[in-house]
Structure formats: structure tokens, C-alpha cells
């Protein structure tokens, strides 16, 4: 079965400051994978997919995630934070018909 | 183009009773589903449909009905609430072509 692993729950950064953010995947086939944000009280907003096409996605918000078979793994990063990127992070595969798997999620902190 | 819309927005049952969360979306999107999202455990699939007339379960259907009628609607019925469904509800929606679900901004049910 397809499933997804967040590392961390919480990650605390300093504004300025790069943002790992890491997820493993477990997959029989090349999996379509997601990152999804979700601020306080919101909705969910995709960040950016990967889809068997370049194995570095760039997302919005100047963040980025790296595809890496042999690791099974699809890490987010981005070289510097803001305050606003204080949210809580999804990494998601994608079933058949549109379904999705979401990991438990890392709820990001950023402090100034 | 309002995207997915949800009512309510937040909502408290007691236990027993019924009620009807509603999705709407203006895209004229194929696909339509409903999550549940509990503390510590990610997003959870309820219910998903295919297109008009055509639904499925996911991962956690019990005590959820899903119908769809339209293209534009899928609500969510709760039989019988209990407390074990206080969470928070999101209806998502995409093109049958597209990786990218988007998201509604939530209902959040309590049930006493």
C-alpha cells in the first residue's frame, strides 16, 4: 500500500533561515507525490507536485522539494523563511481516481 | 468564481441528531471528496465521486452517506452524529485531467 512519513511534527526556524521539511514515501511504482500547506483556520493550498517529470519540483513561494528514489524520499525545502510561511505541511501520494494519502503533517514555526 | 464553497462553517450536534454538510464548486470539475481532519492524523478520506450519479467510499466511510447529483454539489450526510465525528470536514474538488484537488475552507462539527 502507498503511504506517506513525516519525520518531524514540529520544526522551529528562525526567520532567514533555511526549511527542511522531510517526507518518505513508501510505493510498489513511481508514486505522484504532493506538498500541501494549510494556514491557521484554512484551507488546503498545493505547493507543488511531482509527476514522473523532473526530479526537482519548484513550488510557489520560493519553496522546492527533491524526488529521490533510491532514498524514498521527497524533503521540502527553502533556502529562507518568512514569518508568513508559519503553516502547517502535508506531504501527500495520490492514489487511483483522485484519492489522496496525506502524512500526519509538520506544523511549522518560524520566530523573528 | 468562488472555487469550493462550504456551509456551514461551524456547527454543533448533538448526539443522535442529523444534518447535511454541504460542497459546492463552480469549476466544473469531475471529481469531488470529502475529508476529515483529525488532530495528529492528516487528512482522511470519507467519501469521493467520479462524476454525477457516481460515488465511492475511501478510507473511513461509516456513518457518512454521499450522493451526487449534479456536478456542482456533493453533500455529506450524517446519519446519526457521535462524538467520535467531531472533526473538521473538507470538501475538495478536480478535473479528471489535473493532479491538483482544491479545497474548500472547512467545517468544523462538534457532537456533545
Known amino acids: 500500500a502507498q503511504s506517506v512519513t513525516q519525520l518531524d511534527s514540529h520544526v522551529s526556524v528562525s526567520e532567514g533561515t533555511p526549511v527542511l521539511l522531510r517526507c518518505n514515501y513508501s510505493s510498489s511504482y513511481s508514486p505522484s507525490l504532493f506538498w500541501y500547506v494549510q494556514h491557521p483556520n484554512k484551507g488546503l493550498q498545493l505547493l507543488l507536485k511531482y509527476t514522473s517529470a523532473a526530479t526537482l519540483v519548484k513550488g510557489i513561494n520560493g519553496f522546492e522539494a527533491e524526488f529521490k528514489k533510491s532514498e524514498t524520499s521527497f524533503h521540502l525545502t527553502k533556502p529562507s523563511a518568512h514569518m508568513s510561511d508559519a503553516a502547517e505541511y502535508f506531504c501527500v501520494v495520490r492514489l487511483g481516481f483522485q484519492k489522496l494519502v496525506f502524512g500526519t503533517g509538520t506544523r511549522l514555526l518560524v520566530s523573528p | 468564481n468562488a472555487g469550493v464553497t462550504q456551509t456551514p462553517k461551524f456547527q454543533v450536534l448533538k448526539t443522535g441528531q442529523s444534518m447535511t454538510l454541504q460542497c459546492a464548486q463552480d469549476?466544473?470539475?469531475?471529481?469531488m471528496s470529502w475529508y476529515r481532519q483529525d488532530p495528529g492524523m492528516g487528512l482522511r478520506l470519507i467519501h469521493y465521486s467520479v462524476g454525477a450519479g457516481i460515488t465511492d467510499q475511501g478510507e473511513v466511510p461509516n456513518g457518512y452517506n454521499v450522493s451526487r447529483s449534479t456536478t456542482e454539489d456533493f453533500p455529506l450526510r450524517l446519519l446519526s452524529a457521535a462524538p467520535s465525528q467531531t472533526s473538521v470536514y473538507f470538501c475538495?474538488?478536480?478535473?479528471?485531467?489535473?493532479?491538483?484537488?482544491?479545497f474548500g475552507p472547512g467545517t468544523r462539527l462538534t457532537v456533545t
Open positions: 475538495a474538488s478536480s478535473s479528471a485531467g489535473s493532479h491538483e484537488q482544491y
Open positions: 469549476m466544473n470539475h469531475e471529481y
